[in-house]
């Protein structure tokens, strides 16, 4: 329970398997209690390897609550027998010995930046530890190892796309022409596995509030969900094996890997690439903010859409380049874009949802759902519907906080820190 907490949907994998021969030992009183307890750890294996030439063997001591002195005269007398300290316990200890790092792999949306280089070097630059990201989330996409693997793949490809077009004017034209329209048909191959993906994360927040036997009602429901979000990964992995998929990331990263110098840069290649984020940093926000006053309760979704699409352009130009950003600036700006984009997100999730919802609703109806699932079924539609009532209602709230002075102050500090 500890531990979902922490991981919540991502998978626990092993990183490395050490063995070891264990001798446990304890020091008690004069009373016979316990105050202090050591492992003596002999023969260290780390993935079936023998570590004795770098671990021949350890001693770690334990601290007994109530007995913090024991534990340090226990490590003292055997620094005195000429032992060396170290730094950890056994298993980072070998682990590291062996070269093999615990830390895990951690991909960041932005580089180190200089608001001085020219444009195309910094856009370079991000599209490049983009790529990796790619990369690195590949594998586990394929191998479906959890949610977080095609999430992470898909943010990387739009937050591609995004830089791209915000950046053209420093690229060349014939680069940003053929890796948009790669990017954005790697990105369409990716929505309906992640969609689906997303309604079973939020099931049980959907269904709870309908009560225990609506929610054994649906179970066929959720069955149905299941085997349509199995054969959309199934679809997704056969996209990424492709030679279409490989054809992608091949030219991409040979294109990445050569200097820009020779090529038909745009003409905005040499600018300063503080200028360039600053510019299109207000250009993004002000279209965000004019769309965002012209929605109303009546607008229709798809509008409400393209505003997401809007708020996502904007956090994506300020992760990507956000080493170049003052954080004092950046953080509440970016407080209160992400409130924004969690309201928009809430809206189209539920609106996905809902109309995913009744293509299952006719193919269980067909097959010959009981009624009772086919009563449950509308009961959840209206649980969706009425999130997204509830999302469109607060949305001009959250909008005016957006759009307010401070917000607009916080963008103006980014820009002028920017502009130099």
């Not at 390897?49 to 003292?76: C, D, N, Q």
């Not at 002000?286 to 996502?312: C, M, Q, W, Y």
Request: net charge negative; with cysteine; charged share 25%.
């Amino acid at each position: 329970t500890r531990l979902a907490a922490v991981t919540e949907v991502r998978a626990l994998l092993p990183v490395v398997t050490i063995s070891a021969a264990v001798t446990d030992g304890a020091w008690r009183d004069r009373s016979g209690k316990t105050v202090a307890t050591s492992s003596l750890h002999r023969d260290i294996d780390v993935d079936g390897h023998p570590a004795a030439e770098l671990v021949p063997w350890t001693v770690e001591i334990a601290e007994l609550t109530g007995y913090p002195k024991k534990a340090v005269a226990a490590a003292a007398a055997l620094r005195e027998l000429g032992l060396v300290q170290l730094g950890d316990e056994t298993v980072v200890v070998a682990a590291t010995a062996a070269g093999i790092s615990l830390s895990g792999t951690r991909f960041e949306p932005t580089v180190p930046l200089d608001a001085e280089m020219p444009a195309a070097e910094g856009v370079r630059l991000v599209l490049a530890n983009l790529a990796d990201t790619i990369d690195g989330n590949w594998r586990g996409t394929i191998d479906d190892v959890d949610p977080e693997f095609l999430h992470d793949l898909r943010v990387a490809v739009r937050r591609t796309r995004s830089v791209l077009r915000q950046c053209k004017r420093s690229l060349p034209s014939t680069v940003v022409e053929w890796a948009s329209e790669r990017f954005g048909w790697l990105a369409g191959e990716t929505g309906r596995a992640r969609d689906l993906d997303v309604y079973l994360i939020e099931w049980d927040t959907y269904t709870s509030p309908l009560g225990l036997t609506v929610v054994d009602a649906l179970h066929p429901v959720r069955r149905l969900l299941g085997r349509h979000r199995a054969e959309a990964a199934t679809r997704l992995t056969a996209t990424l094996r492709s030679s279409e998929a490989m054809a992608l990331l091949g030219e991409w990263r040979s294109w990445l890997r050569h200097p820009v110098a020779g090529d038909d840069l745009g003409d905005r290649a040499d600018e300063r690439l503080g200028w360039l984020v600053a510019a299109r940093l207000q250009r993004v926000h002000d279209d965000l903010v004019r769309d965002g006053r012209a929605i109303g309760p009546e607008t229709p979704g798809s509008e409400v859409h393209e505003l997401r699409k809007d708020a996502k352009k904007l956090r994506y130009l300020i992760e990507c380049f956000g080493s170049l950003l003052p954080s004092s600036a950046r953080a509440p700006f970016v407080k209160q874009l992400k409130k924004l984009q969690d309201n928009l997100g809430e809206h189209q999730d539920a609106e996905v949802h809902v109309a995913e919802l009744r293509v299952m609703a006719h193919d269980l109806h067909d097959t010959g759902a009981s009624p009772d699932t086919m009563t449950a079924i509308g009961q959840l539609a209206e649980q969706l519907d009425q999130r997204r009532l509830a999302a469109r209602a607060a949305f001009a709230e959250e909008f005016d906080a957006f759009d307010s002075t401070s917000t607009r102050r916080s963008l103006a500090a980014v820009v002028e820190a920017l502009d130099g």
